[in-house]
């Protein structure tokens, strides 16, 4: 009889990773590849970067195919309608696939227990479930509307308070040489305003 074998793949906005699994839950496999979040990287990319993922880690097990059942936790699926978009571009990997949020894989691994899940990688999420079974979700909306403390995030801040260092020290030295007065004023005010919310 045929070994039974599942994936589990872990698709986030940097990085991409599938684990292969045996029946007794022993690793048999893994694959590294691009983001798997289509909503960042387009649909087409999304999918291709998912299926390198899967062919490295079934590259390593000769029998691995086809795959039992699969989990994709992805990054940007954060309705029905995108986990059913990419189900209908995925669903040729195993017999049975599911796809969630990568933030929704996480906490399965406490089934029907209370846990929180914190996912801060390019993006960032948290999602908590209580005693009983209700599930509260914050953050993970892009680096658009939030994804506070993701690297996205941290990098931003960091050019953001660069670029602020150096207009004081460029107000600084204007004010030196007595050449503020030829500085619009919107501009003086716009620039004082920025140093005072960001120190």
């Not at 990287?41 to 993922?53: H, K, P």
């Not at 986990?83 to 933030?103: E, F, G, K, P, R």
């Not at 030829?182 to 004082?192: A, I, K, N, Q, R």
Request: proline share 2%; hydrophobic share 45%.
């Amino acid at each position: 009889m045929a070994s039974l074998y599942y994936l589990g793949v872990d698709g986030g906005g940097s990085k991409t990773l599938a684990v292969i699994v045996d029946e007794q839950g022993r690793e048999c496999g893994r694959g590294l590849a691009g983001s798997a979040n289509y909503v960042a990287v387009g649909l087409e990319l999304a999918i291709q970067n998912i299926y390198s993922a899967v062919m490295r880690a079934t590259h390593e097990v000769a029998d691995a195919l086809p795959l039992c059942k699969a989990w994709l936790g992805l990054a940007g699926v954060d309705r029905p309608s995108d986990s059913a978009l990419l189900v209908s571009h995925l669903h040729t990997l195993a017999s049975s696939v599911q796809i969630t949020n990568d933030a929704d894989l996480a906490l399965s691994a406490l089934p029907g227990v209370a846990g929180i899940v914190l996912i801060v990688g390019t993006g960032s999420i948290a999602l908590g479930r209580n005693e009983e079974g209700s599930v509260t979700r914050v953050g993970g909306w892009g680096h658009i509307l939030g994804d506070e403390g993701s690297g996205y995030d941290i990098g931003r801040q960091g050019l953001r308070n660069k670029s602020l260092f150096s207009t004081v020290i460029l107000l600084f030295f204007l004010s030196f040489l007595g050449k503020m007065r030829e500085m619009p004023e919107h501009m003086y005010v716009f620039l004082l305003q920025e140093h005072i919310h960001y120190t």
